[in-house]
Structure formats: structure tokens, C-alpha cells
């Protein structure tokens, strides 16, 4: 089983519209996050079936009380909901061989790159796909570096 969290995203800071809506309309708030969220809901899917999971179970998640100053902020499941992947998949138009060509194609075309560091960027909300040429020694960690810094100054 893989389990995925689903989160209410509030734009007014009122009263959550999941927790009137979930029991009667829970068709109607996973057509939103479907439309809003489709490369994430598609990335959680290809996971699972990748995985070999049987079930793909989306926890429905929300604050417990709105944001204020100075408060800690707790979180509820309201509910949750189970699918098959395969069968998640074409509810959201998911087509395995597509995903396994988008592969097919991002890897050739690093393949045709010279020895480096890329970085693979999404355009958000377009369907651009960019590879950026980055200096070797970005993304690496400094914690070594820092351990000895601090081990010198202790000396």
C-alpha cells in the first residue's frame, strides 16, 4: 500500500471547505486536486504501480485551527480514499507507455551531454523541459568542511 496526504490549501484562512464538503462532494474535491495538483496525483500513481503496491490510499488532510500568530498549527485527517493504481491511472489519463517514452527521451538526450552536473527543470505550469550545465561542487555538503573548521578553532 502507498499513502499519500492531500492538503486542504486555504486561501482565505476561514473555516476549512473540506471538512463540509468531504462526506457529500468527495468526488467533486479530487476532480480539484486532479486538476490543480496532476503532475503530483501522476508521480504518486506511477510510484505506486512501479512499486508493485495494490492499493494507492490518499489521506485527506486539513489544519485543525486557521493560522495565528504565535500558535502552533495542528493538522486533521478528514478522510481518506483507496484506489487500485492501474485503475487510478486511467481515471487520470495516465498512459504508462507515455511515461516510459517521456523517460525514453529525457535519457537519450543526457546521453548526448558531455561529461558534468545538470540540472533537469520543469517550467512550472508549462510543458517545458530544461537542462542547465551547473559547475561540478554545486549541491555538494560543506559539513566536512565545517567539522574541521570548527576542529582547528578548538586546537
Known sequence: ???????????????????????????????TEMKNNKCKLAKWTVSSILAGSDLLKFGYVTRSMPRSAGEAIGHSILGTQEFIPKQFAGQISLDMNNAWGILRVIVDRCMQLKDGKYVLYKEPGKGILRIYKVPLNTFEDNDDSDEEDEEEEEK
Not at 500500500?1 to 462532494?25: V, Y
Request: no cysteine.
Open 1 to 31: 500500500m502507498n499513502i499519500k496526504a492531500l492538503n486542504e490549501w486555504d486561501l482565505k484562512g476561514g473555516a476549512s471547505e473540506w471538512r463540509q464538503k468531504l462526506d457529500t462532494q468527495r468526488g467533486d474535491i479530487l476532480t
